[in-house]
């Protein structure tokens, strides 16, 4: 029952009732089944429309679809701010009878207008299927029979490209709309909705946004991650941040186990709804990997701690550092000393082996991309004495690789090699890393792979390499690696680090603790709700996820706050219309591949302000400085605010949040 | 590259727009947010429609010509019957949420709206959407600039040019749907970086950003017989007004506005110029004071918006302004002691009331300091468009009138050196003439300085004053981008002057932000008024200050001399900090509350 029975589809009409068949049926998968138990009976978006219960009201499925473009439109330019409001009208006083059909053609008239002519994406999409509609189905636009009257619900969800490739589903245009609206706490506050760490996201995110952005088909994307960091770094540099503290003060305490991008997260939104929490963690400040994983030269300290322990602290939470799970305490303490609930954020910091001879025992000189950053945390932060000295050869591909070969530069290592097995273009890290890691003049050692650690007398003195070569490309058109025999060479090293990946530490929870592990020794959750195999215990970041990235974890932090509400308010959690959409529109690309029709006038987008290479590779300090107002001002004009709307009409009510979201549902029901 | 515009091909560059290619070659398209001579194309108003003919494509499209670049081989039409519907939809719309009540409107008769609906051929409002201002309170406060935005069309053209021209970023687009506008950041005046400069009126294509109108209250005053009302009207007002009677602009209507005045009631007539004379003795005096100090430099004190921009902006640098009142206020104070006491009025009873090219003025005269015992010496500021209303009030036009000239014996008379106050340089050259004499004792040979006459932004010159002081290094700029750069120069000490003249407003105060509006333009007759005042100081029989009798007079029978006791207590003033951003941080709760009222609002997961 995912197939429509009428509907158009990019332009294309297609009718299966038996009196007028014609066209193809649209099949999308899970569209016949909104959420569990609860069928969908039509489906609105901007590339067209599928109606798979001809019993509903097509009027007042446009209708609902209608107010909410009119609800969403941000009044800048004309025909969105007033076509849709009167589109709204028209059609309500349509579907109540009050209008005849002679106003369709005012409708199809302004629709036209708003399609054509609107300034940004949400005017140029909204009307899309209303139009088509009206072209191709005007006799099924009949007003409300009184038993439509009573039970169509429609549930309307707004988005764009890099809202919906974000992990945190961040309200990415809104708040490049703060900035160039001049309103940069209003930027910031629209960030700050969903974590409390913008400077440091707008400073180290992997940017899924910017990837997604469509002026990324043009001359570039927006450089969304920037305007976050300046709005962000506008609002630090003025002082602290003002929060409307919740009113309410709850008393169930939570206990947060893991200080990093995922537990701060869950504190924050939990602190901001008048709980109590207790963040544990194992060292001494919070941010977890963003703080001992990410140099300072990429994040200050200052900045993560503004908005990580301070934020947190200001809010009436607390930390317990130096406490290790599994070591100091168990899940079982934490609940028996009357935690109501327990989320899981410990990360995944151990490092893996490279699986090579020698490795075992570990041999001096021979360090995990994880431990050797973390020496080199310890020491530009508390100045534990740490040297790196002599020639370095880093072994991995990704972020953590990057920044292994860009500290021990700083530390003063004579030279800095990277060993990669595949090419430059296979690189998992990202692109600006692996420049700057040139310009630092970091040795590149491509198609290169260890085979055995040298050991003299416990202490590593090199590493045999040997040599790779690229394969045909295979049956999915990619080319995997594989040795050259007899290649194998030596080099010369002090220092050896292994930067290929972490691992979660098995050693944290025992069995008996009755949360389920997956063979990694990552926590199995629910993915919509966080929730783990034991009740009023929620698990999120890297401890589920395996390594990945701060926004991932930004997002687990949030939705683990969600459920956590929702569990100790009411007792059980909720899958919110929001999560179903979004999983909705990645399994069918909805938002995958199309673009809008109008070509933007080419702006070239901002430059990114470095320090000079040869300044920056003695010192720590920040290499990326911020843009100019000026600059962030004419960065913030380059977004397209491609928005559009998804829209479901289905059997029964979803789920009400409460409070109407955006990217979460508001329940338009009939309007009296 | 080349495209067709209604069946003529043109050549263009990449990346320019329809627009700019249809109007370099005299193709009306119809516009309303646009505005060119500020750079600026929102595409808000969406009214500049083309119908698009593309090779490939199956029907035209239909595309806003300000901002889609041209594209090679695009067959343009500007005319079709389509599109001129279109464009009549969108004007319909746009006026659908306009507040058509154009009787009340300060920009009536001369509204910019109304010439780009005519533009498109409006027929018909349909349908209205007053929701998002109809239970706007009315704005009852105090601020010389007033934003309605029932009137605003959400051009934008406002925020662009504070933030882009004068570069003082004061305004930030707010509201959502029905309820999207403007407002000053922080909410007030006081709060957000504003100085009042005036340039958003200048540019706002409706009533929607208009002065603070006191008509009213002249009127008041003119009507009461026991009420001796003292106008004075400055230097550039009479080179910028005949334009409203139809007069050529830059034309010279000194004798009518005093004639018009007259026909008023006014019961006395000043010139702003005689104090600007004034001006030029205590700040002359002044600046030779601190170059024997070695106080350097000294940035002249005329122009409201400046002290505001410093006091706001760059409090650091104000002990290097100039005390010296501004003419405006000179006057006032002037006015309500040697004045009276001459000519026998009782100063409780006088009511000075400037005419004046300027928004901010109305915020000096209010200025606690510029009046004693809670009396301001200038007790109301007319900008030149409500002079404009009063006299229009009044059923005076100005074009039949006879000239007529100033007659008051003890302040009326000026020298070319206070005629040339009204722009950009002419502070520093009226300064120069005077301070020359005082040095050397003798006039300057040549009295037009050419060096100071350019109309740059920023300029400099030296200029060799003589005796002990030989060749002083000056800087005189206009419109408050080139003034941050300048200051900010000065406070880095890679600026090296002595003596530095700044004017708030682009073009100085003959196109203050008091002038009169002009429609789809910005500062179109600067050069022609500029002209105009030089040419009034050319026709002077005195050229400097400090020959004009009535000056030497006001020195001899009453302040002394230049910076005498009584002159300082009189004629200088101070300035503090005016600190005007929030230092407790991002209001977070605030951006919150704003949130929930877009779309969607705040989100939960």
Known sequence: ?672 | MKAHINGTEYSFEANETILEVARRNGVHIPTLCELNDIDHAPGTCRVCLVEVHRDGETGPAYLTACDTPLGEGWKILTRTHKVQEMRQLQMEMTMADHRQDCSTCPRTGNCELLVAAQSVGLKHVRFRYQQGWKDLPPDTGTQPIIYDRSRCIRCQRCVAVCRNVQNVDALEMTGWGNTAGIRLKGGSVDASPCVTCGQCVMVCPTGALAERDQVQEVLDYLADPDIVTVFQTAPAIRVGFGEEFGLPPGTNVEGQIIAALRKLGADVILDTNFAADVVIMEEGTELLGHLREKKRPTFTSCCPAWINFAEKHYPEILPLLSTTRSPQAVMGKVAKTYLAEKRGFDPKMMRMISIMPCTAKKEEAARPVLGSNGVPDVDVVLTMREFARLLRREGIDLKTLEPSAYDDPFMSEYSGAGAIFGTTGGVMEAAVRTMYYVVNGKELEHVEISQLRGFENVRSANVDLGGQYGEIKVAMCHGLKGTRKLVQAVLDGTADFDFIEIMACPGGCVDGGGTLRSKKSYLPYAMKRRETIFNIDRKTKVRQSHNNQQVKRLYADYLEEPHSEKAHHMLHTHYAPRPYRSTSGADIGAAWDELQTQGGGRTEK
């Open chain 1, 1 to 672: 029952m995912n197939t429509s029975v009428y509907g158009v589809w990019d332009g294309v009409a297609h009718d299966t009732r038996a009196s007028a068949s014609s066209g193809s049926a649209v099949t999308l998968a899970d569209l016949g089944e909104f959420a569990p138990d609860n069928t969908t009976k039509a489906f609105i978006a901007d590339r067209g429309f599928l109606v798979l219960d001809p019993d509903i009201s097509l009027a007042e499925a446009f209708c609902q679809y209608m107010s909410r473009a009119a609800d969403e439109s941000c009044g800048r330019c004309t025909p969105c701010r007033v076509g849709t409001q009167r589109i709204r009208d028209l059609l309500r006083g349509f579907a109540d009878g009050e209008a005849g059909g002679e106003v369709l053609d005012e409708v199809e008239e302004i629709a036209a207008q708003v399609t054509q002519t609107a300034l940004c994406g949400l005017g140029q999409t909204c009307a899309r299927s209303l139009l088509d509609a009206l072209h191709h189905f005007r006799a099924d636009f009949t007003p409300l029979s009184p038993a439509q009257a009573v039970f169509q619900h429609s549930y309307v969800y707004t988005t764009a490209p890099c809202i919906e490739a974000c992990p945190s589903k961040v309200d990415v245009p809104r708040y490049v709309d703060g900035v160039k609206a001049g309103k940069f706490d209003f930027a910031l506050g629209v960030v700050l909705d969903r974590y409390s760490m913008v400077a440091t996201c707008g400073r180290v995110c992997v940017r899924f946004c910017e990837h997604a952005c469509r002026r990324a088909q043009a001359e570039g994307p927006v450089a969304i991650r920037m305007l976050k960091r300046y709005a962000a770094d506008q609002a630090l540099h003025g002082g602290q941040l003002r929060f409307a503290q919740s009113t309410e003060r709850r008393h169930q305490r939570i206990a947060i186990v893991g200080a990093g991008p995922a537990g701060i997260t869950c504190a924050y939104k939990l602190l901001l709804d008048g709980f109590q929490v207790d963040v544990f963690d194992a060292h001494r400040a919070a941010g977890g990997m963003a703080s001992v994983g990410i140099p300072s030269y990429r994040l200050p300290k200052d900045v993560l701690k503004a908005e990580s322990e301070d934020v947190v602290r200001e809010l009436g939470g607390e930390f317990h550092y130096g406490k290790v799970l599994g070591r100091d305490f168990t899940v079982d303490d934490l609940l028996d000393k009357g935690y109501d609930s327990v989320f899981l954020a410990y990360g995944a910091s151990q490092g893996t082996q490279l699986g090579i001879r020698n490795e075992n025992p570990k041999p001096e000189g021979y360090a995990s991309g994880i431990d050797f950053l973390l020496d080199v945390h310890k020491h530009v932060e508390y100045g534990e004495p740490f040297k790196v000295s002599g020639d370095v050869i880093v072994v991995g591909g990704g972020n953590v690789a990057m920044d292994c070969v860009r500290s021990a530069r700083r530390m003063g290592a004579r030279s800095v090699h990277l060993v990669y097995r595949r090419t430059v273009q296979d690189m998992p890290a990202e692109r600006d890393e692996i420049v700057a890691a040139e310009h630092e003049g970091i040795i590149f050692h491509c198609l290169t792979n260890p085979s055995a650690l040298v050991v003299e007398n416990g202490r590593l003195v090199g590493v045999e390499v040997v040599q790779m070569r690229q394969t045909e490309l295979d049956a999915r058109g990619r080319r995997s690696v594989e040795a050259i025999p007899g290649s194998e060479s030596l080099m010369k090293c002090d220092l050896l680090v292994a930067a290929i990946g972490q691992q979660v530490d098995k050693a944290v929870l025992s069995p008996e603790e009755g949360i389920e592990l997956d063979r990694w020794n990552c926590i199995v959750v629910n993915p919509d709700t966080l929730e783990t195999s034991r009740r009023g215990v929620f698990a999120g970041g890297d401890c589920v996820l395996g390594p990945l990235t701060l926004v991932n974890a930004l997002d687990h932090g949030e939705r683990a706050a969600a459920s956590i509400c929702d569990y100790l308010l009411h007792g059980d959690v909720h899958v919110k219309p929001a999560s179903y959409m979004q999983r909705f529109l990645a399994r069918n690309k909805l938002l995958g591949n199309e673009c809008l029709g109008k070509i933007p006038p080419r702006k070239p987008p901002a430059k990114v302000h470095e320090l000079d290479a040869a300044a920056r590779v003695g010192t720590f300090a920040e290499v990326e400085t911020a843009m100019s107002k000026d600059e962030a001002y004419e960065e913030a004009s380059r977004c397209l605010r491609c928005y559009r709307m998804y829209s479901v009409v289905t059997a029964k009510a979803l789920i009400p949040e409460g409070n109407g979201g955006h990217s979460s549902s508001t329940l338009q029901g009939r309007r009296q």
